[in-house]
């Protein structure tokens, strides 16, 4: 059961989130905190531990009655790549790409829904076939025609891996006249593990240990996911109930882990906790209020039609908690560092001083943390956002249709919610430090500015 216990002996030096705002950092400036004054260090640890002993069990428990029972795992969806009596998956690479007719491709594009759109000029769509050469070599040679849409968004080169099905096994060898191989999809092992290699070198690089146990605790947070959040909500668990236990108890492990027991980090998961539960509150409001039918996309029609005791509102619900978790934690676990080092570098400051010092950071946090939302939000539906700023609406008729509003209401509600964390967690910040500090004897020197 995590307790905050005493300060760790690295806690200065790794809740910085690089933001740049000068914080004092270097031996002692824990040692001014916590070094003396043991009885008001001792007194904030037991109430402290009087707030969250108990949370962490209510959230225990609360995951205790909503554990899934086991009926999840009947739900099942057939693999879309599945392959039948006498289709084959063919994974290799291609050695040569050959231009080819377009044909009737060249009138229309086919979208991933399955639906035609476009129409494209033979000078924007080249139709090619790739020769492919099947690993372990069990096909001499495999020539996979590109659909259009593909080759419209991507150029097919040599080396290049992709995935087929292979069609010559069927029984009489009969293909319809189409060709014995049909494209799947590109085989992306190697870029990407490359990548993950890459961010785990950087992250421990840079942050040592403490960026290890960052994504040691990120995966933790996705077994939680997996293992009990999302199997309860197959199983029509209260979405509202699940959301904030599997959060409260995915910020009680990440937070730990990642940054040792210690009184700021202490201070920082309290804020989340409260944070977390003013995000629940607009969460609620905003879904009924909104008509968020949770009805955006073809995965939300497919996740009715297997499980249709799952209410999507309550999953986009759940989904406003789940979204605003990583911001959440990374303002408040600044917010405490702030005040810590602030306290240090000024300990004679009064708490409306120090409460004030901590709040002109967290402006500048604010206001970063604003764009951040926006901007990954943007990024990620770039497409979404082309498409319907094409059509002959106003532009406010657009940002309130279905393909928005979600998206938008989700930006309002972690953003209010983190807002919001942020003088909640200055404030107890600045308690926890002051308290902590009365009655230790003021150092005789201060650390240096770093």
Known sequence: MPQPIPEDHHGHDGHGHGHGHGLPAGPGADEALTGSGGG??????????????????????????????????????????????????????????????????????????????????AAHVQCVDAVVDPDGGGTDRALVPIPSSVSASMDVAVGDRIKALDLSGLPGGDTEGAADFVFVDFERTVPVVLLALLYALVVVAVARWRGLRAMVGLGLAFAV???????????????????????????????????????????????????????????????????????????????????????????????????????????????????????????????????????????????????????????????????VSLYDRSLWDTLMSGELVEEIVRILVGSIGLVLAIPVTTGIAVAVATAVQAGAPAPDSRPALR
Do not use: K
């Open 225 to 387: 996911m997996f293992v009990f959040m999302f199997p309860a909500l197959l199983e029509g668990g209260p979405p509202l109930w699940v959301g904030l236990v599997g959060c409260g108890l995915i910020m009680l492990v990440v937070l730990y882990f990642a940054h040792g027991f210690s009184l700021r980090t202490t201070t920082a998961l309290l804020g989340t906790l409260i944070g977390l539960a003013l995000t629940a509150v607009l969460a609620l409001w905003g879904t009924d209020a909104a008509y968020l039918t949770g009805l955006g996309d073809e995965y939300s029609y497919i996740l009715a039609t297997v499980a249709p005791e799952v209410r999507l509102s309550g999953i986009v619900l759940c989904g406003l908690l789940v979204a605003g978790l990583g911001v959440l934690n990374d303002v408040t676990i600044t917010q405490a560092s702030a005040v810590w080092e602030l306290r240090a570098a000024n300990p004679r400051a009064s708490r409306r001083e120090l409460f004030a010092s901590g709040m002109r950071i967290g402006r500048d946090h604010i206001a970063s943390t604003v764009y951040t939302i926006a901007f990954a939000y943007a990024g990620a539906a770039l497409p979404v956002l082309m498409v």
């Open 40 to 121: 008001s260090r001792r007194r904030v640890v037991v109430a402290l531990t009087a707030i969250l002993v108990p949370l962490a069990v209510v959230l225990i428990a609360g995951m205790i009655a909503l554990w899934p029972s086991g009926a999840h795992r009947e739900i099942s969806l057939a693999d879309p790549y599945g392959t039948s009596q006498g289709i084959s998956m063919v994974t290799g690479t291609v050695t040569e790409v050959q231009p080819r007719d377009c044909g009737p491709e060249a009138a229309t594009l086919e979208t991933p829904g399955g639906g035609m759109v476009g129409d494209p000029s």
